[in-house]
């Protein structure tokens, strides 16, 4: 990949593995979000043999089927965080240290409050969205990954790698297998939140920033629309 330039009209920034991840996750998380809320929260019991509806059978089956799409795709994510371009690794190592970034924290909290008039400009994630995607999305996805494991083990039984790796460890650690039921609904409406600014942010940004935004997780492309050079950007 050449050296960024700040005057260029377009940038590629997230590259066909990322995008499919995105948009695979989407639907992954999507579909485990409904069917985890109903195994919490079931819907009433229906009359007759189970194995003539299968209900609380397909809901299940949907959430665990989800669940290994959203556990490879995020094994191909860090994978291409190791390999990929310095974009890749942006939202799993916030640059939390430097004074710079919360200055730009600070900016964009403004910006978001139609306080400040003049948006950035930035090629990756600006510093408030990289933020949240550190905090509200890659946490507490890891922490669904372990704990749904964890439950998981509980069905595949002692022996099976879930069971070993995950739940001998975790369930003891979070007290008994309820509040690991508990820790994991948690988990997902911190993610709920996330996917609801995410979305709104994603196309007001679209509307009002200095770039493209849905489009780059499409094409690939960042597209500028302004020539004014991008000092801004956080380097
Ligand atoms: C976005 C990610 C995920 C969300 C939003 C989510 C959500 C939920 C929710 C809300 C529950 C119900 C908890 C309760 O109230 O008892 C649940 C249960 C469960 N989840 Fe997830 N989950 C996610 C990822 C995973 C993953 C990666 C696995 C791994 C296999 C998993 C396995 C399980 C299991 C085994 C149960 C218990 C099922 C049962 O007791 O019948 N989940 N999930
Ligand atoms: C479950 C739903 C979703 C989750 C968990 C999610 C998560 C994420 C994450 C983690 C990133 C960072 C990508 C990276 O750098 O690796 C991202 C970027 C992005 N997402 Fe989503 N997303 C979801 C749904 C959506 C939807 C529905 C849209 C469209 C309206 C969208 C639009 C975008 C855009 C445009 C970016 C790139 C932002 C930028 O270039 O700064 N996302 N998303």
Redesign the pocket.
């Known amino acids: 990949m050449p050296e960024l330039k700040d005057t260029q009209e377009a940038v590629y920034v997230y590259g066909p593995w990322i995008r499919i991840w995105h948009w695979v996750q989407m639907f992954a998380?999507l579909a485990?979000?409904i069917t985890?809320?109903l195994?919490?929260s079931p819907p009433e019991s229906l009359s007759g043999e189970a194995y003539d509806h299968y209900q609380m059978g397909y809901i299940?089956y949907i959430?665990?089927v989800a669940?290994?799409a959203?556990?490879i795709g995020f094994i191909v994510r860090i994978w291409r965080a190791v390999v990929g371009n310095r974009h890749s690794r942006e939202i799993f190592a916030p640059p939390l240290w430097r004074k710079s970034f919360w200055v730009e924290v600070w900016h964009e909290i403004k910006w978001y409050a139609m306080i400040v008039k003049e948006p950035k400009k930035y090629v990756g994630h600006n510093p408030l969205a990289l933020l949240a995607m550190f905090f509200l999305y890659v946490l507490p996805?890891v922490f669904?990954?372990f704990t749904?494991?964890a439950?998981?083990g509980e069905?595949t039984g002692m022996g099976s790698w879930q069971y070993d790796w995950f739940s001998s460890w975790i369930i003891p650690l979070m007290g008994q297998s309820q509040d690991v039921?508990?820790w994991?609904?948690m988990a997902?409406w911190v993610?709920v939140c996330f996917v609801i600014t995410h979305v709104y942010v994603a196309v007001r940004e679209d509307i009002m920033s200095r770039q493209s935004i849905i489009s780059s997780m499409i094409s690939g492309w960042r597209q500028f629309k302004d020539d004014r050079p991008a000092e801004d950007e956080i380097k």
């Open positions: 998380i485990l979000g985890g809320y195994i919490g299940r959430h665990f669940a290994y959203l556990i996805t669904l990954i749904g494991l439950l998981y069905g039921h508990t994991h609904h997902m993610l």
